[in-house]
C-alpha cells in the first residue's frame, strides 16, 4: 500500500517536473515549433522529462537509504555523497543517451523530431537532460542533508532535555533513603559490637552524602572521584552483608584522565545487590575492573533473584541515555556463562566541549 508521504512526494515532484518543462519550453526557440505544446514532438519531450527527472529522483532515494542501511549509524555525508552521486549518473546517461538516441535516429517518424543536425539536436538534449538530472539529484541529496541535521538536532535536544530531567532523579535516587536506612541500623548494632568499627563507618557514611552534595550539579565526575566514592560505598556494604558479598576493583587507567557520568558504578553495584540473593553460602561476586583505555567492566555471577513484578531495567536505560548525550560508544550488557556483565566507555576529559555528537 501507498503510503501518504510517498503520494505527497509524488504529487510535489510532479509539480516541479511540469514547471521544469514548460521553463524550458519557453527558453528555447524551435525553428520549426509551430507553438503547440501537444504535438507529437512536445508530447515525447514532456515524457522522456518526467521520466528522466523521476527516474533520478527515486534511484537517488534508492542510493541514499541503501548507503544509510548498509552502514548503520553513519550520516549522509562527502565521501558516500560522491559514491551516491556517480552511481546515479552511471544510471541516468546512458538512459538519457538511449532514449534520445532511438527517439532521433529509429522513431523519428513517430516523435516528429526534424533536425538539419540529428547529432547537433541529440547533443544538445543530451546535455539539457544530464544538466537537470544532476541538478535533480544534487537538489534531493541537500534536502536529505538537511532534513538528517534537522533529526540529529531534534534527537539531540530531547537527549539533552532526558539527561537533565534524569540527572537530579539519578542523583536523589540511587542514594536512596532505604540505603540510609539499612546504613543505620548496620551501624546500631555495630556500636554495641565494634566501636572502632562503627566510627569507621560513620565516616564512610558522611564521605558517601559528602560526595552526593559535593556533585549534585554535575552529570559528569572523574573517575578517580567516583572510586574515591565506590571505595566508601564497598566498604560499607562489605562491613553490612559481611562474608556474603565480596566487591573487588581492580582499574589499570590513570582515573584523573576519564569521566563518567556521576554515581554511575555504585549504581551498578546495586544493581546486582537488588537483582541477586547472596549469602555465606553462596556469596555474590562483583569484579569491577578496566578492559582497556576505553572502558570498564562491571560482572557479577548470577543467583537471579525472583522477582514479583517484571523488572523495568530504569536504571540501566538512565545510564544508556546519560551516556548516549556525549558519545557514540555504547554500554554492553551481557550475560554468559552464569555471569552478567555492563560495560561502559570512558570519556576523555575533553568530552564537555563537544557541543554535538552524531547518533547510531
Same mark, same amino acid.
Given at each position: ?12 515532484r510532479f %509539480? ?22 501537444f504535438?507529437?514532438?512536445?508530447? @515525447? ?9 523521476m ?6 532515494d534508492?542510493l541514499?537509504r ?20 556517480? /552511481?546515479?549518473?552511471?544510471?541516468? *546517461?546512458?538512459?538519457?543517451? *538511449?532514449?534520445?538516441?532511438?527517439? =532521433?535516429?529509429e ?9 538539419d543536425?540529428?547529432w547537433?539536436r541529440?547533443r544538445i538534449? @543530451? @546535455? ?5 538530472g544532476?541538478a535533480?539529484?544534487? @537538489? +534531493? ?8 541535521k534537522?533529526?540529529?538536532? #531534534?534527537?539531540m535536544?530531547? %537527549? ?7 540527572k537530579?532523579?539519578?542523583?536523589k ?5 532505604? $540505603? ?18 562503627? !566510627? ?5 557514611l ?5 560526595y =552526593? ?5 554535575e ?9 574515591? $566514592? ?17 566487591? &573487588? ?6 582515573p584523573?584522565?576519564? %569521566? ?10 546495586e #544493581?546486582?545487590l537488588?537483582?541477586n540473593y547472596? !549469602?555465606k553460602?553462596?556469596p %555474590?561476586?562483583?569484579? /569491577?575492573f ?9 560482572? #557479577? ?9 517484571? !523488572? ?5 536505560? +538512565?545510564i ?10 555504547k ?5 554468559? #556463562? &552464569? ?17 554535538i555528537?552524531?547518533?547510531?
Open positions: 500500500m501507498v503510503s501518504k508521504n510517498y503520494i505527497k512526494k509524488f504529487a510535489i %509539480l516541479i517536473v511540469n514547471l521544469i518543462y514548460f521553463l524550458v519550453k519557453l527558453t528555447i526557440d524551435h525553428d520549426d515549433d509551430d507553438g503547440t505544446v504535438d507529437a514532438t512536445g508530447v @515525447f519531450y514532456y515524457f522522456s522529462a518526467f521520466f528522466l527527472l527516474l533520478a529522483w527515486e534511484t537517488n534508492w541514499i541503501r548507503e544509510l542501511n548498509s552502514n548503520i549509524g553513519r550520516s549522509l555525508d562527502i565521501s558516500n555523497g560522491f559514491k551516491i552521486l556517480a /552511481i546515479n549518473l552511471l544510471i541516468i *546517461l546512458p538512459t538519457a543517451a *538511449l532514449l534520445y538516441y532511438v527517439a =532521433i535516429f522513431l523519428e517518424h513517430l516523435c516528429q523530431i526534424d533536425a543536425d540529428p547537433l541529440f538534449d @543530451f @546535455f539539457r537532460a544530464t544538466v537537470l544532476f535533480a539529484i544534487l @537538489f +534531493n541529496m541537500f534536502y536529505y542533508a538537511l532534513k538528517q534537522k533529526e540529529l538536532e #531534534n534527537h535536544n530531547k %537527549l539533552k532535555k532526558e539527561a537533565m530531567t534524569s537530579y532523579k539519578s542523583l535516587n540511587q542514594i536512596s533513603p532505604h $540505603f540510609l536506612f539499612n546504613s543505620l541500623n548496620t551501624l546500631t548494632s555495630l556500636m554495641y559490637e565494634d566501636r572502632d568499627l562503627a !566510627s569507621d563507618f560513620v565516616s564512610r558522611a564521605s558517601c552524602y559528602r =552526593i552534595l559535593d556533585n549534585r550539579e552529570d559528569l565526575v572523574s573517575l578517580e572521584k567516583e572510586l574515591n $566514592f565506590l571505595d566508601s560505598f564497598i566498604f560499607m556494604m562489605n562491613v553490612r552483608h559481611k562474608d556474603a558479598l565480596s566487591i &573487588s576493583t581492580y582499574i589499570s587507567v590513570n584523573k584522565e576519564y %569521566l563518567i557520568p556521576t554515581l554511575t558504578l555504585q549504581m551498578l553495584v #544493581n546486582a537488588k537483582h547472596y !549469602s553460602e553462596k %555474590l561476586e562483583i569484579s /569491577i578496566s578492559k582497556d583505555t576505553h572502558s570498564i567492566v562491571i560482572q #557479577n555471577n548470577l543467583h537471579v533473584r525472583p522477582q514479583k513484578e517484571v !523488572s523495568t531495567k530504569l536504571g540501566l536505560k +538512565n544508556q541515555k546519560r551516556y548516549a548525550f556525549y558519545t557514540n560508544q554500554v554492553k550488557i551481557e550475560t554468559e #556463562n &552464569s555471569f552478567f556483565k555492563i560495560t561502559i566507555p570512558l570519556l576523555t576529559k575533553d568530552i564537555k566541549d563537544i557541543s555528537v552524531k547518533v547510531s
